[in-house]
């Protein structure tokens, strides 16, 4: 038998490649996946991709996920507290959602509504000493997707005093599955296939999330709906301090992640790359004619933007091999 794991939220996207995970995972066992108004259906017929996963949705409460030893968590936002304060003391717990990211509570009242439920560590491994504050939490929040790809883009420049904190602008793309599974009309496939829209122009709630990560004094962002199902892609842009190469920069803070890849030279990232794995992908070059730092970066949205970072967070708290159970490697075409 090894670690005993469940998914609350196990119908959703996130949550349903949280079990594709799990169930390639050498050391972590499934004990239970959950589900709000599908509990009661056996999990191959919500995700036809597991069929072959004999199991079926249980209901989001403590009494049928608190005899894991961790449990994740892949609920709407502001579902997550409730939940996790029933949950007996020794499960550890990774959230996917954005209940526990902010320190700063009236900032998250005012990007996610409600009451703020309080900060646990943030799940980023690669910034600087979070490896070993991950290892040492028994709660961890993991990050907005786009969250995660612009801040792997930007904060060893910012750290390293070559990006001006104060003059950041990112455009970053996103596939559909960022938004979850609930059905909504600017969703549908006709609405989607052959367009590109911005969407939450000006106010996105991981802005916040992203300087608190970055320490960025100021990041315009804008979000754009991209027709495919999984992928982000990242341009960030920011005043240079000083003469040294972003590229320099962040070939040093990532050359030893098993997971963050500055492409060589003339490459740029692709999100098919990622597609099915734990990487994301960067590179970076000064802009000939304003001089600005580019730095382009790509993650799947459910690897490392929600679901295999999660695992990882999870191998880390348990103290297993932080790979176990994740690809490097995209499946694309
Ligand atoms: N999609 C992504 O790319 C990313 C998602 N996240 C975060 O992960 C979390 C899950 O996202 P995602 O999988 O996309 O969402 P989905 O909408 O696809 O899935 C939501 C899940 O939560 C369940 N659920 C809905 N309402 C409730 C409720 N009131 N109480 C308990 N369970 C409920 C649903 O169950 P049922 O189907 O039975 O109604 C479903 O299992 C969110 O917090 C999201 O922000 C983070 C990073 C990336
Ligand atoms: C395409 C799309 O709608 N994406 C979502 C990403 C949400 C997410 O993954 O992050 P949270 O966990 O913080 O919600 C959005 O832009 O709000």
Redesign the pocket.
Known sequence: MGIRVAVAGASGYAGGELLRLIAGHPELDLVAATAHTQAGTPVSVVHPQLTGLDLTLGATDAATLGDADLVFLALP?GQSAALAAQLPGGVKIVD???DFRLRDAALWERYYGGAHAGTWTYGLPELPGQRAAIAASDRVANT????ATITLALAPLIAAGVADPADIVVVAS???S???RSAKVNLLGSEVMGDLST??TGA???VP?IKQATGADSLSMT?V?APMPRGILATVTARPIGRTHPREVLQAAYADEPFVHVLPEGQWPHTAATVGSNSCHLQATVDVDSGRIIVVSALD?LGK??AAQAVQCANIMLGIPETAGLSVFGVAP
Request: charged share 10%.
């Open positions: 936002h996917l959602g954005a907005g997707c786009y969250a996103s596939g559909t960022g938004a979850g969407y939450k996105h709630q991981h999330e979000p709906l949205n933007g929600a």
